[in-house]
């Protein structure tokens, strides 16, 4: 009950009205009143920094598109990009599953964004990505996964007190890449604090095409190319015995890269050819020459013909003035926004760091995880991430609960998926890319609608 004392019957009323739906108390300094040649929309749009070290002036950025519909019954999903130090807003915003894509000198509707289906925010982590900076440009050395993480924890605890009308919603983290290290250190820390002070509602974490272990990963690289033809017998024989790619990545962090591992590995990427997108073998690229040649045939939304040209229109958008002013963004210490950060020294050591442990002790903690593969990318292939998943549920002694089997986007299969203990998922997105959402959004927005309902990806026709 609300104290009679008038110093309570403001607020009292304030939350009724929140409730209610009528006032929207979200920081209008943060409302974005409209991007440039963007399409009318009915839900909010929001942007701007928040400081995660005053001392430092280091501050994050973000975008948030609230959902399209029933915005206060729907959850709220952090999304996160990986690299280390590629962009959110970007890559995941502008490029895969928000609410637009740019063209041209606008914007077009995405007609599969996943603010559908949940209230969205998108992170420009770790400081140096994108818009995100630091006065100090000393902040950008040494940046880790631990330092990312506390900056991330942070991040989340004071955007609630920008926006306190999300704080008890329920809350997922998805991410991609290296976001298989973000998502995972990032749940764990919300977990420890969670026991000193009730904060996150976190639902669920889903990881696609994710690092989860260094080794397994990369080396499942040398089956995929030779499966799909991009290498001969003799060079999958020489990748998988002679040198495979872990050996060649860590001989190339202690600064000596061995005569023969430099052979075997000139020898793949003359096979596999600069003209094919590792991301999609499918796909085909971007080449400058043609780029005016790319077209949507609907001007108003984003068809089922990609646009293998998107992120060089991304990167020519976001550095429009008129564009940053209306994203209350602006750049620090660098002349131009970029879709990967040339600022940031990651220390890439921490990718030899398993974080599929992680990912075991939040399933054991009762958090559901999806795993999910693009098959066609070549870069973190399905069949390294399946068979960590399999691993682990043995390991934690889950049986399956739902056998290896095909799911269906409307009449067509969108992958295929196993369950191990109604709390651990693997699916694949059929012929998606790494970037899953961008090349299969419709096959991608049906797989994140049934993780966020945590129920079965449709197995009907």
């Known amino acids: 009950m609300c104290s009679l004392l008038w110093s309570s019957i403001a607020l009292c009323v304030a939350l009724l009205l929140l409730q209610l739906g009528i006032v929207h108390p979200s920081p209008s300094h943060h409302r974005i009143t409209r991007l440039p040649g963007q399409p009318h929309v009915q839900f909010h749009q929001f942007s701007g ?39 959110s807003l970007g890559v995941g915003a502008f490029s895969e599953n928000g609410p637009f894509r740019p063209k041209g000198e606008g914007l077009v ?8 289906e949940a209230n969205m925010l998108y992170l420009e982590t770790p400081i140096g990505v994108g818009f995100s900076y630091s006065t100090d440009t000393s902040s950008y050395e040494g940046v880790n996964d631990k330092i990312t993480a506390g900056d991330n924890l942070v991040f989340l605890q004071n955007w609630f007190m920008k926006f306190p009308e999300y704080r008890n ?54 089956e995929f190319f030779w499966s ?6 003799t060079t999958y024989k020489m990748f998988t015995s002679v040198c495979n790619y872990s050996t060649y990545v860590r001989e190339y962090y202690n600064g000596a890269v061995s005569p023969i591992c430099s052979s075997v590995m000139s020898q793949v990427s ?23 040649q790319t077209k949507v045939l609907n001007p108003q939304q984003v068809t089922e013909t990609i646009d293998v040209c998107v992120e060089d229109e991304t990167v020519n958008y976001l550095n429009r003035k008129d564009v940053q002013s209306a994203l209350h963004a602006h750049l620090v210490g660098v002349q131009r926004w970029s879709a990967c950060s040339n600022v940031l020294d990651y220390e890439l050591r921490d990718l030899e760091i398993p974080t599929i442990t992680v990912v075991g002790k939040l399933v054991k903690e009762g958090i559901p995880v999806l795993v999910y593969s693009g098959d066609q990318d070549s870069v973190i292939p399905l069949t390294g991430s399946r068979t960590l998943v399999h691993k682990l549920a043995k390991e934690l002694g889950l049986n ?35 970037e899953a959402p961008f090349s299969q959004p419709e096959r991608s927005l049906v797989l994140f609608k049934s993780f966020l309902e945590g129920g079965p990806l449709p197995q009907e026709i």
């Open 228 to 233: 799909h033809g991009l290498i001969s017998d």
């Open 400 to 434: 399956t609960t739902v056998p290896y089997r095909v799911w269906f986007e409307k009449q067509q299969v969108g992958g295929w998926t196993q369950v191990y203990g109604n709390i651990l998922s693997f699916a694949t997105i059929r012929g998606a890319s790494h």
């Open 49 to 87: 920094y928040v400081t995660v070290d005053d001392k430092n002036q280091r501050a994050l950025f973000f975008y948030f598109a609230e959902a399209e519909k029933d915005a206060l019954s729907k959850p709220l999903v952090l999304w996160l990009n990986g690299g280390p130090g590629c962009s």
């Open 270 to 292: 003359t096979e596999t050819s600069r003209f094919v997108d590792k991301y999609d073998v499918t796909l085909d690229v971007c080449l400058s020459s043609v780029f005016s």
């Open 109 to 116: 509707r995405n007609q599969f964004s996943w603010n559908k």
């Open 169 to 222: 919603r329920s809350l997922f983290i998805v991410g991609e890449s290296y976001a298989g290290h973000y998502v995972p250190q990032l749940a764990e820390l919300m977990l420890r604090f969670n026991r000193k002070e009730k904060l996150f509602n976190l639902k669920g974490i889903a990881l696609g095409n994710p690092v989860l272990e260094f080794a397994t990963d990369f080396n499942s690289r040398a």
